[in-house]
């Protein structure tokens, strides 16, 4: 099947500091990504679709300036948290839609992010 | 609005069956899907089906849709301790969003 990464896997950062986040499509390109926030022992939430060549589209509740989206290529999305807060520590996961037209979506490993 | 249901918790023995069930509530859903996820992990496609099926086997796994009741399960045959994970069900709507339910915890007991 197809693949996804994303860089890095963890990351440990200072409160006030933006950490960058990427997402890869490997071998398929993907004009649509995702973007899922999930804490400890709870599901994924949606936070955005990035979709490639224009702005993302936030969910509700979402702050866009806090959680910068490009999707800059067909390959690669990133996700920045801007000026980090110890509430924005959680596990980032990124999906890519498969583009052979079926709704089934890749998901990549996930990034943990923690925020000292 | 979108949600889906799912039990939190199954606890199986080992070379038993595992039956996860999930309701959604979305008549407009295309395609309902089984993940697994285990820990610190991403997540695991392991099935969909697409909802004008009612049944979809692979190897180990049975699908089963009730479109009219909205109800999802996932049966795992001679269920395993490497099926210990979170089992979650999601839908993917006219919209395109995926929506995920809460997920369950299966803990297969040696």
């Known amino acids: 099947g197809a693949v996804v990464s994303q860089h890095p896997s963890w990351v440990i950062c200072k409160s006030g500091t933006s950490v960058k986040i990427e997402c890869r499509s490997l071998?398929?390109?993907?004009?649509?990504m995702f973007w899922y926030r999930q804490f400890p022992k709870q599901s994924l939430m949606l936070m955005a679709t990035?979709?490639?060549?224009?702005?993302?589209?936030?969910e509700q509740g979402v702050e866009k300036d806090k959680f910068l989206i490009n999707h800059a290529s067909l390959t690669l999305s990133t996700l920045t948290v801007t000026s980090a807060h110890p509430e924005d520590s959680s596990f980032y996961i990124c999906?890519?839609?498969?583009?052979?037209?079926?709704?089934?979506?890749?998901f990549g490993p996930g990034t943990r992010l923690t925020v000292t | 609005g979108e949600d889906v249901e799912q039990s939190l918790f199954l606890s199986v023995r080992e070379g038993d069956s595992s039956v996860i069930n999930c309701t959604y509530t979305d008549s407009s859903s295309t395609y309902l899907y089984w993940y697994k996820q285990e820990p610190g992990a991403g997540l695991q496609l392991l099935t969909y089906i697409f909802s004008n099926m009612d049944m979809k086997q692979d190897q180990r796994l049975t699908v089963l849709l009730n479109k009219k009741d909205k109800h999802l399960s996932l049966r795992i045959a001679d269920t395993q301790t490497g099926d210990s994970a979170i089992y979650f069900c999601?839908?993917?709507?006219?919209?395109?969003?995926?929506?995920f339910g809460a997920g369950t915890r299966l803990f297969v007991k040696a």
């Open positions: 999601a839908e993917t709507t006219g919209g395109f969003k995926t929506i």
């Open positions: 071998d398929f390109q993907a004009t649509t």
């Open positions: 999906s890519a839609r498969d583009p052979s037209g079926k709704y089934e979506q890749y």
């Open positions: 990035s979709n490639e060549g224009s702005k993302a589209t936030y």
